[in-house]
């Protein structure tokens, strides 16, 4: 039996970065005056700005998470033997809880949070629906009232997401709805997860008792996923080996960032070179391989502070795909800020390779991921193989580690279509990424510091 035990803390690398994030930005205009506006708990204010690097969870979280922490990590020898590799590839997993995702981590933690904070709703806006099921199942556990927005094409080819949801206590909409202003401007764009966003900003803002909660970019949903990356350290210590490449699917960035943070704190601590730290995008939303490091917002309502993050523009029109997860323009600031001082690598995927390597984990090694974690398992078998870019600039000598974040049980229809040959990738159009990115202000990027590009 493992010797792992859940974590009694979170880890932030806030400290280990050489220079503070660049602070938020308030709006020069605001669409309209709603007086929309989204307030934080303390605690979660702490956690995002002190450069403290040990966060104790609360007793109540810590017992949430022993329903399915620590979570399984092995190494899928058959996987390797498919793709071709030539080193090891170590999977850490976490679909094994009622989200299918490692979204619960965080929302355990939040939920708690603003319970204390006398809140009695939570609201959210969801993609591909895990982060709505997560914090649907966290309200419930901790007794709060839920409701999501969740993307109308992603809930429509999904549809039993909204009946988990449902199932748990909390109210579904598919965004546009027909409930908020934001849904109804002709500017904005449909079947984004930035509009849906925004629609439970403004929900959340105008309705008694109720907060608005997000999931993934925020840096104390980062640091509450640092589990992840906590946990893998110590079970490939216990088997005795280590990966000197990191590797998880991008959408804002809590999985990747989870996984990867720890390990470039453990360097930094040790005085050590960090291993790669490789995030894997969709090639339909490619704000760290193709986006621009500037100030944006990150919903629809543009009434929220303005943040660094490498971006491909708010109002960038994203096409559809099966990884709605991956559907978002920008990514964390924390994680944009260390891309911008080439402390991570970045790689975009697009859907059919990604299923396809999905599809092969499943037949290997008999776990079906998310389409999300399949762009990381597309990565992590480029890697392995020593094809990530045809250059080897980007490689791995001892061994990859991987975060299948998610399962994709509720996702076949993705798999059938693959199957019968109706899937496509959509490259980004060049000409709309400069269009939607043209009136940001840019962040001015340091120089590189022992980081990898």
């Not at 202003?181 to 105008?206: D, K, M, W």
């Not at 280590?242 to 804002?252: F, I, N, S, T």
């Not at 009136?439 to 001015?444: I, Q």
Request: proline residues 6%; hydrophobic residues 40%.
């Amino acid at each position: 039996m493992s010797a792992v035990d859940v974590p009694r803390q979170w880890r932030s690398a806030l400290p280990h970065l050489d220079e503070p994030l660049p602070p938020d930005r308030t709006p020069l205009s605001s669409p309209d005056d709603s007086g929309v506006s989204v307030s934080l708990p303390m605690e979660l204010v702490r956690q995002s700005v002190q450069p403290r690097e040990h966060w104790p969870i609360p007793a109540e979280v810590v017992d949430a998470y022993r329903a399915f922490r620590p979570t399984p990590l092995w190494r899928a020898t058959r996987f390797e033997q498919a793709v071709g590799a030539r080193v090891p590839v170590y999977v850490k997993y976490e679909g094994g809880n009622i989200s299918g995702s490692h979204k619960l981590n965080t929302a355990l933690a939040q939920a708690y949070y603003y319970r204390r904070a006398g809140v009695r709703e939570l609201v959210t806006g969801t993609g591909a629906g895990q982060w709505g099921t997560a914090l649907a199942a966290a309200c419930a556990l901790f007794g709060l009232k839920c409701t999501v927005f969740m993307v109308g094409s992603s809930l429509r080819r999904k549809p039993y997401r909204g009946t988990l949801m449902r199932t748990l206590g909390a109210h579904v909409h598919a965004s546009p709805s027909s409930l908020t202003e934001v849904a109804q401007r002709p500017e904005t764009s449909g079947n984004s997860l930035s509009l849906a966003i925004g629609e439970a900003v403004e929900y959340a803002a105008h309705t008694d008792g109720a907060a608005f909660c997000i999931g993934s970019g925020e840096t104390y949903s980062i640091l509450h996923q640092s589990v992840i990356g906590i946990e893998a350290s110590e079970q490939l210590d216990e088997l005795g080996v280590r990966a000197d490449a990191v590797v998880g699917c991008v959408g804002a960035g809590s999985n990747f960032g989870g996984l990867a943070l720890p390990f470039f704190a453990d360097a930094r601590t040790a005085g050590h070179e960090p291993p790669l730290l490789l995030a894997a995008e969709s090639s339909a939303t490619p704000k760290l391989t193709c986006g621009t490091y500037a100030y944006d917002r990150t919903d629809a309502t543009g009434t929220g502070p303005l943040e660094a993050m490498y971006t491909i523009g708010s109002s960038y029109p994203i096409p559809d795909s099966h990884a709605a997860g991956l559907r978002f323009h920008g990514a964390a600031k924390i994680l944009s800020a260390m891309r911008g001082r080439d402390l991570i690598a970045a790689a975009a995927v697009g859907q059919v390779e990604a299923l396809e390597a999905g599809r092969l984990f499943t037949r290997t090694e008999m776990v079906l991921p998310a389409p999300e974690s399949s762009h990381a398992l597309a990565a992590a078998a480029r890697l392995a193989a020593g094809t990530e870019d045809g250059t080897g600039r980007l490689h791995a000598e001892h061994g990859v580690l991987v975060c299948a974040s998610g399962h994709g049980y509720l996702d076949l229809g993705a798999y059938q279509q693959l199957m019968d040959g109706e899937l496509a990738d959509e490259a980004a159009d060049p000409y709309e990424l400069l269009r939607a990115v043209s009136g940001l202000d840019r962040v001015d990027r340091p120089a590189a510091i022992g980081g990898r590009s």
